[in-house]
Each structure stands twice: as C-alpha cells, then as structure tokens.
C-alpha cells in the first residue's frame, strides 16, 4: 500500500522527523518499509509563458516558461493538453528520471529539430506518478514557479501490511500508529464510529438482504449531483500514491477509502431498476465488470442487485451497466460490510482483486460504515453539489464490536521483561485508542486483532520499544529430545552430501498428476496419493507421495538453462494414503545424480558419465555400515533396487534407487543417464551410527589372496558382499570386487555365466602370519563358497 507523507501531515505534524525517522519509526512499529519514493533533484514547477510552433516540426512547441529563476526558459515539448498560463513539472538539466526496468536517463540541454531545449516538461507517467498519461501534469495553480516538485509531492512508502492489520490500510491507520509511537497528538477525529446522521430501517422495496454474507449495508440517495473534473486538492492526493484521477465523484469514493479504509460504491440511480437486493448469484449469472470483462458466476458469490439484475459483485467491483458517467445526476452511495471469507473466495475464484476487496478481505470495521458514509456524503455535497436524502437507509446490524480485554500490569512486566510503570502502560494503550474501564480495556472497533490480554502486552512492548528492554537469559536447560535428535541427524547428511558436492534442492509439497508417474514411493508400499480437494491450479492438485518427481523437475530445468553435470538433494515430508484411506506422512531423502563423473578439462576432455554405481557409492559414504542393493521388478526404473542396510533377516529396507528410463529422461531434456534414490529418513536414522569410532592401526602386515570364479550370470553381487561380510573368520579383513568379466557371445564363457574377481585381506592383530596359515584360512573360504554358490574358481 502507499502512503503520501504529505497525506499524513494532514493528521499528524512529522517535520520535526526525517523520512530515515520514519521510516526506522514505521519498521519498529512492526509495519514493513517495502521501498520509498521521492522525486529527484532538479525538479521544480513551472508557468508557461507563451507557446509558439516549432518552425520545422508540426508535432512540436516551442515554450517558453518561468522556472522561479527570473528569466524564462525555453522547452520544446510535444504535449498538447496544456494552456499558456498552465503550471507543469519541469525537468532541469542535471534531473535524473526513471526511465523503467531500474533504467534511468538524465536530462540534458539540446536541440530538437534544430532548437534549443533547456529541459523537459513532464507528465505524471515520467515522474513515477502514473502508470500512464496523456500529457503534462498540469498543476495548481496557486504553487509558485520555482518551487520543488518534491515539496509538492513529498515522499510515498510502499508498505506491507500484515493481515493482522486491516486497520492501517488507511492514511488515518497509519497516522494513528505513528502518532502513538511518536508522542504526538493526532489532529482531527481518530475514528468514523460516531455520526450524527439520522438513520432508518430500510423498507422492502429499498434495501433488502437475502445472505449472511452481508450482515450490515447501507445507501444513501444524492440527487441533482454534477459529475465533473475533481478539484487539484483531491487529483495531487491521488496522484501521490499512484491512482488516476477519474470524476469528481469515483475520485471521492477512493479518496475516502485511502484516507479511511472503507469502501464505498456509487451507482448512477437513474440505471437502477427497482430496490437493492444483496443476494447469492444464479448458478451461472452473468456480471460485466468495471473492468470491461465478463464474469460467470457461481452460486457462492454475493451480488449486489436491483429487481432485473447484478450490478456489483459483493465487496470485490461494480458493474460497468450501473457506473457513474458525465451524464449522471442522481446515485446511491453504497456503505456496507461484507464477510471477508466470501470476498476472498470469489476474488480467488475470478482472479478479480481491486483496492476494495484487498481491505474488505482482511476485514473493515463494520462501526465506522455509517460515519465514513456520512463523510462521503459531505463531499460530494462539496464538490459535486446536489441534495442528499435526510436520512441514511440501513438493513442489518453492524455489530457490537470487540469485548473488552483485562491486563494486569504486572503480568505485563513479566512476560516483557522489563520494569515499565503503570502510567506508562496505561498511556501507551490510551494512545492506541483504548479506553479503561474498571480492571478491563474497551477495545476500539478498528482493532479486530485485539482480542486476549497477551496482544495488549504486545502492544506496550511494541510502542515501548524493544531496545528498551534489557536483555535477560529466561531460557532453562533442556535435554535433547528425538525431534533434536532427528534434526541433528539430518543437518549431518546435508553437511555430508554438500561435501560430496551435492546441491541441496527446495521443492513445493504440491505437484500434478503427471508427475505422479515419476514417483518410487506410493506403488511398493500398497500406498496411493493423496488429492487436494480444492486445488489452486491443475499443475498442484496432488500432495507429493515422494521427493523424486520434483527432484526431476528441478533436473530439467537446469538442464534446459546450461547446466548439465547435476548432483541434487533434497530432504522433507512426503504424503500418502493407506489403503483403508489414513492420510499418512513420513520424512524422505532424496538423491538424483546425471552429466559427467568429473569436470570436463584438459586433464580429461571427455569424462565418463555417472552410473549406478557412482549413486551406490555417495550412499556407502552416508551409511557406514554398508548398503546392499537387492533388485526387484518395477516398471518405473531400469536396474530398480531396493536399498537395504544389513543382510539376511536383519537387512532394513530404507529405500529405493535405479536408473530413470531413457525415453522418460528426454522428454525431460536429460540426455545423460539419470540415478535416482529415495529415503525413508526414520529407517536410515535407526540403522545409521552416528557415534565415531576409534580403532587403532594394525601393528602387523597384512596378506592379500586373489580369487576369481565363475557364477551364475543371474547371482547379484550383493548376495557375495552379504557371503563375505557374514563369513566367520577372524583373519578376514576386507573382501573388494575388482573385475567382472561376461561374454555375450560364448566365445570365451558361457553367455548365462560371469566372472568375479575378489581380492582378500587376511591380518592377525598380534602377530605376523605366516603362509601356511593364510593358505588355510583361504582353503576353507573357498571351501564355503563353492558349498554356497556352487562356483568354479579360474
């Protein structure tokens, strides 16, 4: 939201503060400074003295203006909207301006077409003022040539209101924050609460409410008005925070809703067909817009309706058939409350946002909607002229507003921390627009976010100021807990896999239903997805049943943007439903490994790619106990595997890994192969020891024995690590598989066997072993393995 500096020295005097103060003012108030904006130096208004053709060129003047300088300066300007006598922003040489896309140009002195021009007289679009323009700002005419332009529009802040917030999403919300937080008193009425229009039940002719959605609305009829041009007092306010001055009487409405927060509508009366009727739309109706666009309707939307048709969508925009135009005369001004959670349903629904249905989905106070009306009133009477009716046309009942919230002062002190008197925490809550009364606060109807008595101790420390309490150690020792257990474990994986130079990926929970045929985790545990019963869009309609499927998306579009040797992690919940339909969530790890082993340099101009193997290894590095990879049969992936820890009755399965299938790889712009492993965090966490160990070198030399032998082609290597590593001999250290060896063909071996090579390391701890027992050691491992596989040694 924006809000004019000038705008809120209309409320409250701030020239003692810089916009620095301020702006530290505002952040520390808890309301985010999103960026500020002020016009640049070398920026003054100026008169135009005479306007002449230029000599060689019909599209173009020559001017001559008065800058406050003493004499004139001539501008070559191409606009036409303008009179001689008019006052412009004028652009000195030396002004930098925007020029767009965080772009900018300076002005200089030159020759247009062969005249000399000192300057640029500007529109509103070119100060930063407008989206878009058709000429020179034309200015008041009481400013003085000479004058900066950014004393006529003084700095704007963009703000980030919090939802919690509707209440500063006004000039006058805002003004009473900074007024408390600063001390000083605030000028004019705080509040719109009170009115001292006369008000009657509305007949049922008049305005009628068929749906809860509207609890409290009123209208007011003003006859005889004037549509016209608004007066330069209202188009600079407007222009300030970026609106586009339209009539007199849409410039009102959003006038008031700037200033106060409400929204207000008015409908040319002689367009209305019968009384108001605030309804639920036909299944199906129709609604042209404001906007120039037609809506279908649903029957959860809330119309604002004469006898024959819609003419406004409920808190969200009017209707192009029923807006003010010059020739209008006579309208109703529109005041109302509207239940936020149906404002916001259609406004998603539609895609349809407008000032007005921002604030009323945050919610408006329902007790100011007569008092703001009565404003309007005023000025339209003002500016517009006319005659209003004497009395104000309500249905419904706004409410009684927020209860009232007890504090004790000294809970107050303690949760903050510090020793604040009593004074001064009843002061800083009076300021805030609360009334004592008895041991409780009346709270003040614009404060919907004021409701226990911990947002009142909240309150003090904020306008209190945090760095005026002292800084105090309240925290006790506590022992670690298996959530701390489990995060401690998870940052030492991602410290681990970052150091094996794995990127850590960040990924939506949400994915379509395509991707769900990238999934490995659903299908080998009888799981299914799980649905979004209200989806915000087609491509996030599914809660992610594993961590693979956005793993890939992520894949493909590096790949797409240069980067091809990829090696991606990514840690967090998955989603799935069991077959009796329980929604069940698990914490996975996922890995995805494609491109080249190694950096392609001078060293080694084509590196082999990656393959399974490689992905097997960064799994060995992050469980030490070892893992298996024990194929089974899925469609999903070539080489398919299940990652198991242990063997035998033992093995834990914490996983799945393969190869993505070439043909599903492409169309995802992956040309190399592509590894992929999923996690089940908890069975990893439960296998993996996490405590280091000791052990110290050996004292004696090792022997090394050499085994090959034939197997059958379809024995796993798996099932021979899981031989060695259960055999039981105390001089076996270390079994590795150095060569396997096929022969398609049979030329040289059988095509259904193959040949693996081991070699074996056999040490004693306390002495040096001779041959002759190494040779038996090696005798009865052969012996076992011949009984267990029925190999033949080469």
Known sequence: MNVSLQWLGDHVDFSEYSIQQLDELLTFAGIEVEGIESLPNHLVVAQILS????????????????????????????????????????????????????????????????????????????????????????????????TPMAEVYPAVFELEITPNRPDCLSHLGVARELAALAKKP??????????NTSARAAKADEVRLESGACPYYTARIIRGVKVTESPDWLKQKLISIGLRPINNLVDITNYVLMETGQPLHVFDLAKLEGGIVVRQAAEGETFLALDGKEYTLEAEDLVIADAKKAVAIGGVMGGEDSGVTETTTDVLLEAAYFNPQAVRRTGRRLGLHSDSSYRFERGVDPLQVAGVSEFATKLILDLAGGKADAELVVAGCPGEGPQPVALDNDYCRRIIGAEIPDATIDGILASLGLEKTGGAWKIPSFRLDLVRPIDLVEEVARVHGLDGIPATTMATFASASKADEAYDFLRSLQDRLASLGFHEARNLKLISGAQLADDLATSHRGMSPVRLKNPLNDEQDYLRPGIVPGLLASASRNVRFGTSDLRLFEAGRVFVA?????????????????????????????????????LRAVLEAICPEGVNFVPVSDGKLLCACSVEIGSGKKAVKIGMAGIVPPARARELDLDAPVMVAELNLKKLMSVVKTEIRFADLPKFPGSSRDVAMLVPGDLAAGEVAAFFEGYDESLLISAELFDVFTDPTGAKLAPDKKSLAYSLLYRAPEKTLEAGEVEAAHGKLLDSLKKTFHVEFR
């Not at 001689?84 to 040489?93: H, Y």
């Not at 605030?186 to 009115?195: I, N, P, Q, S, Y």
Request: negative net charge; hydrophobic residues 35%.
């Open 578 to 614: 069991s077959p009796k339909g329980d929604e069940i969530e698990h914490e996975h790890l996922a890995l995805l490994m494609t491109g080249a082993r190694i950096h392609r340099s001078w060293a080694d101009s084509k590196p082999k790619s990656l393959d399974l193997h490689d």
């Open 51 to 146: 306007s002449e053709k230029h000599p060689d060129a019909e599209k173009l003047s020559v001017c001559q203006v008065d800058d406050g300088s003493g004499k004139p300066r001539q501008i070559v300007c191409g606009a036409k909207n303008y009179q001689v006598g008019d006052k412009v922003p004028l652009a000195l040489p030396g002004c930098v301006l925007a020029a767009g896309e965080g772009k900018s140009f300076e002005i200089k002195e030159g020759k247009l077409r062969g005249v000399d021009s000192l300057g640029m007289m500007c529109s509103a679009k070119e100060l930063g003022l407008a989206a878009d323009a058709d000429g020179l700002l034309i200015l008041s005419p009481d400013l003085k040539p000479g």
């Open 186 to 195: 605030l000028k004019g009425r705080a509040h719109f609460g009170e009115t």
